[in-house]
């Protein structure tokens, strides 16, 4: 069976595939399939994480720097609207705003280039949305997330939403994801995960109404603090994952990927689209970029990039955003979207044809992390004196360590964190 994979202009035809529908231990099986129609196009979520548009895989590939005259072959442009242009010039207008996002959406469009738009110009703490002179400004102790419960701002947000939906609702345009890394944000515990999943429906349910039935989607960097997040996305249309490289074999960020993937598919009761949102190096062996404000790395070279790409391939990733500044900052940034050009066709064939991936081997053994935690004088002065003590070791990939348990009875009496390496890192008690 033959299908095309959408990118944009070019059209690559590949030898498909079939995928089986179940997924292993605890994925999509028994869910239902997100769909839509978007300006007469049709749209779904398949089970493996991927999205189809007008019957052919679509795969985001680009990147923050995405031009519609772009020369490298990168057809998907991630189009932030925020604060910045007003904070940049305090005689910015909302009017401006909304005919810049216009055009830019339009150019896109005749260069058969698609887009990503992500809803950040209205917050929880700054509801009413861009005005000329604005000053940006964050709370003490940081964004609070349940202040999307009070119906004040709920209601200030939608009119931010409303006046800016004509401008955004485009043929170029593929989904929309709310917010920018919400993971981020606090989220107190008078809600649950899942009721904080409610309220962010809402959110999806008026950006559908407003902009037309788009996948709708959130953004997590990690997966620390994501639950809630998660548990909206799973709702929602699917997720956006940040996540990045200090060196091609970071299996740190592969874990990453996959653990949130997982999260993903434990929570979803109907198919959902998991993409890298924003990726790339990070800081690492690197030191700082090239003057880009937050110093994210180029690729070192073509090899790098490939290596990279082909881990979130690999990893069950449909589609990749590359957080690098434009190609025109710094010739290491012009080399890095030349080498995702290149790249594109086989990492986005890649991506099609990869399933959903089962978790990776994790380095190491249980067996030696017990081993190496019982022969710490720690654990020992701790579990020194208690009888029938066992040892349960398992590894939490999202800091890349192995946790050893120690038991007496029915309670535990002491923890240990174990290094891959054979390290040990940390050790505890149950009321420490």
């Given at each position: 069976m033959k299908h095309d994979i959408s990118c944009g202009r070019a059209v690559i035809s590949i030898a498909w595939v079939a995928f089986a529908v179940a997924v292993t231990a605890g994925g999509t099986q028994d869910v239902s399939e997100s769909s839509g129609e978007y300006l007469g196009h049709h749209w779904h979520i398949d089970p493996n994480h991927m999205m189809w548009w007008d019957g052919r895989p679509y795969v985001p590939f680009g990147g923050f720097g995405v031009r519609p005259d772009d020369e490298f072959g990168l057809d998907t442009h991630n189009l932030w609207i925020d604060f910045d242009p007003f904070i940049e010039?305090?005689?910015?207008?909302?009017?401006?705003?909304?005919?810049?996002?216009?055009?830019?959406?339009?150019?896109?469009?005749?260069?058969?280039?698609?887009?990503?738009?992500?809803?950040?110009?209205?917050?929880?703490?700054?509801?009413?949305?861009?005005?000329?002179?604005?000053?940006?400004?964050?709370?003490?102790?940081?964004?609070d997330a349940s202040r999307?419960?009070?119906?004040?701002?709920?209601?200030?947000?939608f009119r931010v939403w409303a006046d800016y939906a004509p401008a955004v609702r485009s043929e170029c345009v593929r989904g929309i994801v709310l917010w920018n890394e919400i993971n981020v944000w606090r989220w107190p515990e008078r809600f649950s995960a899942e009721e904080y999943a409610e309220v962010l429906q809402r959110y999806v349910r008026q950006a559908k109404r407003l902009v037309g039935d788009l996948p709708v989607c959130f953004k997590a960097a990690g997966t620390w603090n994501?639950?809630?997040?998660?548990?909206?996305?799973?709702?929602?249309?699917?997720?956006?994952?940040?996540?990045?490289?200090?060196?091609?074999?970071?299996?740190?960020?592969?874990?990453?990927?996959?653990?949130?993937?997982?999260?993903?598919?434990?929570?979803?009761?109907?198919?959902?689209?998991?993409?890298?949102?924003?990726?790339?190096?990070t800081i690492g062996e690197d030191g700082e970029g090239f003057g880009y404000p937050d110093a994210w790395p180029p690729f070192h070279s073509r090899q790098d990039a490939r290596a990279v790409l082909q881990s979130y391939a690999r990893a069950g990733a449909k589609g990749f955003i590359y957080n690098g500044p434009p190609p025109d900052r710094h010739r290491a940034y012009r080399d890095s979207h030349l080498w995702l050009g290149q790249l594109r066709p086989e990492i986005t064939t890649m991506m099609v044809q990869t399933g959903v991936p089962a978790e990776p081997e994790p380095p190491g053994s249980a067996q030696d992390?017990?081993?190496?935690?019982?022969?710490?004088?720690?654990?020992?002065?701790r579990i020194e004196g208690?009888?029938?003590?066992?040892?349960?070791?398992?590894?939490?990939?999202q800091?890349?360590?192995?946790?050893?348990?120690?038991?007496?009875?029915?309670?535990?009496?002491?923890?240990?964190?174990?290094?891959?390496?054979?390290v040990v890192l940390e050790v505890g008690h149950d009321e420490d």
């Open positions: 010039n305090p005689q910015y207008t909302r009017e401006q705003h909304k005919r810049d996002i216009a055009q830019k959406l339009a150019a896109m469009t005749e260069a058969g280039r698609t887009c990503i738009v992500q809803f950040s110009m209205a917050l929880p703490h700054m509801p009413d949305g861009p005005r000329p002179g604005i000053r940006w400004f964050e709370p003490e102790g940081g964004i999307l419960t009070d119906p004040a701002v709920e209601q200030a947000i994501a639950a809630p997040v998660i548990a909206a996305a799973a709702a929602a249309d699917g997720l956006g994952f940040d996540i990045w490289f200090s060196r091609p074999e970071d299996l740190q960020a592969v874990r990453e990927i996959h653990h949130a993937r997982r999260m993903l598919e434990r929570r979803q009761k109907k198919t959902t689209w998991f993409f890298i949102a924003e990726g790339g190096r992390a017990i081993r190496a935690a019982r022969a710490d004088p720690r654990v020992q002065k208690s009888k029938q003590v066992r040892a349960e070791a398992e590894f939490a990939g800091w890349d360590v192995w946790i050893v348990h120690f038991r007496t009875g029915g309670r535990e009496i002491a923890f240990a964190s174990v290094s891959p390496q054979g």
